[in-house]
Nanobody
Framework: QVQLVESGGGLVQPGGSLRLSCVAS????????MDWYRQAPGKQRELVAT???????NYADAVKGRFTISRDNAKNTVYLQMNSLKPEDTAVYYC????????????WGQGTQVTVSS
């Protein structure tokens, strides 16, 4: 069974920084992408950043230039470095490994709360 566990969320002031981590355990088949999503109250869950097994990255327009996604395949871990945080970044952040030809379902973590407020 696959388990994803996020950590690193918290309360920060506007302009501050946080680094989120997500550790995957269990048997994961294929060369898999890892994603970060976020969901604010009353809003749809949205894709924030993506990183392929080989390290290629993509970002949502709202976070380009401020967030950086990275991974350590030896540790089965993905990170999200968040700088210059804004109140609109407030959300629960989730780690995801999407379904693929060798993975019939998505894998999701439990989420970690990020609150940006003065």
């Amino acid at each position: 069974q696959v388990q994803l566990v996020e950590s690193g969320g918290g309360l920060v002031q506007p302009g501050g920084s946080l680094r989120l981590s997500c550790v995957a355990s269990g048997t994961i088949f294929g060369s898999y992408t890892m994603d970060w999503y976020r969901q604010a109250p009353g809003k749809q869950r949205e894709l924030v950043a993506t990183i392929t097994h080989g390290g290629n990255t993509n970002y949502a327009d709202a976070v380009k230039g401020r967030f950086t996604i990275s991974r350590d395949n030896a540790k089965n871990t993905v990170y999200l470095q968040m700088n210059s945080l804004k109140p609109e970044d407030t959300a629960v952040y989730y780690c995801n490994i999407p379904r693929g030809s060798r993975r019939p379902v998505d894998y999701w973590g439990q989420g970690t709360q990020v609150t940006v407020s003065s």
